[in-house]
């Protein structure tokens, strides 16, 4: 079946323009997740949407980045005044919602941001 | 805060040579333990999961053991291929908030020579 959809696959954008990044989650899966990919960080989670809510922001690193999930569906991750450390693979799962922490995450191909 | 350290690769290894990749983790709850693969070029998948203490989880050949004991959730394989070059990534999921935030150590690179 479908898997995690992620758009655009690359993105190469000016200092300081904005950029939207796009996710579509495989259908059913109530919880949504974005995680960021960079050299020197790792991976790392940036929010959670369970739903069209996100209890969990706690990762989005400043207030240039903001997401929003409609529908229950697909998620947007707005990145305002873009610097060069935002230059990442911006990554995003979904899962269903299970007790214990059983149900895995499935990942996009992730989009690979890239500030010059 | 929770945490998973991984060893740093590269890890060289020639064709059908044995497989290990350390991964300890700190929670102060009962996490989930996931190893995660990149393959060049692709997104990240699930590898094998394991749930509880004492857990096995296994695919492709590869295996890993929840040691609540050690706190570990080591990664091998017998006799790794080629193809299994990619990057390995030890992961954690503490459900204490309700939901399944992962925490992923650095990531290790195996590189499989024929």
């Known amino acids: 079946g479908a898997g995690v959809s992620q758009s655009p696959s690359n993105k190469v954008t000016e200092k300081g323009k904005d950029v939207e990044l796009r996710c579509d989650p495989i259908?059913?899966?109530?919880?949504l997740y974005w995680y960021r990919q960079s050299l020197g960080q790792g991976l790392e989670f940036l929010i959670y949407?369970?739903?069209?809510?996100?209890?969990?922001k706690s990762g989005l690193p400043s207030d240039r980045f903001s997401a929003e999930r409609t529908g229950g569906s697909v998620s947007t991750l707005t990145i305002q005044r873009t610097q060069q450390e935002d230059s990442a693979v911006y990554l995003c799962?979904?899962?269903?919602?299970?007790?214990?922490?059983?149900?895995?995450?499935?990942f996009g191909d992730g989009t690979r941001l890239s500030i010059l | 805060g929770d945490s998973v350290t991984q060893m740093e690769g590269p890890v060289t290894l020639s064709e059908e040579a044995f497989l290990t990749i350390n991964c300890t983790y700190t929670?102060?709850?009962?996490?989930?333990l996931f190893w995660y693969v990149q393959y060049p070029g692709e997104g990240l998948q699930l590898l094998l999961k394991?749930?509880?203490?004492?857990d096995k989880g296994s695919n492709k050949g590869f295996e890993a053991t929840y040691r609540k004991e050690t706190t570990s959730f080591h990664l091998e394989k017998g006799s790794v291929q080629v193809s299994d070059s990619a990057v390995y990534f030890c992961?954690?999921?503490?459900?204490?908030?309700?939901?399944?935030?992962?925490?992923f150590g650095a990531g290790t690179r195996l590189a499989v020579h024929p």
């Open positions: 799962a979904s899962s269903l919602v299970g007790q214990g922490g059983n149900q895995p995450q499935h």
């Open positions: 394991a749930t509880k203490a004492d």
């Open positions: 992961a954690l999921s503490d459900f204490s908030g309700g939901y399944n935030k992962l925490i």
């Open positions: 929670a102060t709850g009962y996490p989930s």
């Open positions: 949407f369970q739903g069209n809510s996100a209890p969990d």
């Open positions: 259908s059913g899966h109530t919880a």
